[in-house]
C-alpha cells in the first residue's frame, strides 16, 4: 500500500518498498515526531510553562542559597 499524493496518485517509491523498508521509514517518522516533542517539552520546562504532552507542571525554578 503506497501513500497518495496530494493529487490522488500513489508514489511510485512508497508503492514498491518492501515490508522492512516500509517499516524502517515508519520508525524513522515516529522517531522524528518524539524528537520534537521532547524540544517542544524542553523549551515549555525552560520558558516555565506547563508541560502540555503529559499534564505535569514545568520543572520548578533552582533554589538560590
Known amino acids: 500500500m503506497g501513500y497518495v499524493t496530494a493529487m490522488g496518485q500513489q508514489s511510485d517509491s512508497a508503492a514498491n518498498k518492501s515490508p ?3 517499516r ?3 520508525l524513522a ?3 522524528r ?3 520534537q ?3 517542544q517539552q524542553t523549551r515549555a520546562r525552560r520558558k516555565g ?3 502540555e504532552a503529559s ?3 514545568a520543572s520548578p525554578e533552582p533554589k538560590s542559597s
Request: cysteine-free.
Open 55 to 57: 499534564g505535569l507542571p
Open 49 to 51: 510553562a506547563m508541560d
Open 20 to 22: 522492512a523498508e516500509a
Open 33 to 35: 515526531a518524539n524528537l
Open 37 to 39: 516533542r521532547r524540544k
Open 24 to 26: 524502517k521509514d515508519r
Open 29 to 31: 517518522a515516529e522517531l
